[in-house]
């Protein structure tokens, strides 16, 4: 996050938190928390490793 909000510089549109298995409900609810209160274009995915796969945004 530091990185996407340098100073003088707005460089990520989206920030993208990777994880190895599905939220669970109440990060779900802190992730739109963020985004609403705060204004953070923040969202959750997951990498399936038996399938290999990236999910949608969460």
Known sequence: MEYAYYPG???AKQLIIVGDRQPE???LTYLAY?????????TY?????DTLELSEDQ
């Open 45 to 49: 995915r997951y990498f399936d490793w």
């Open 9 to 11: 510089k707005e460089r």
């Open 25 to 27: 409900p109440d990060a």
């Open 34 to 42: 963020l985004r609403d209160r705060f204004d953070i274009p923040v």
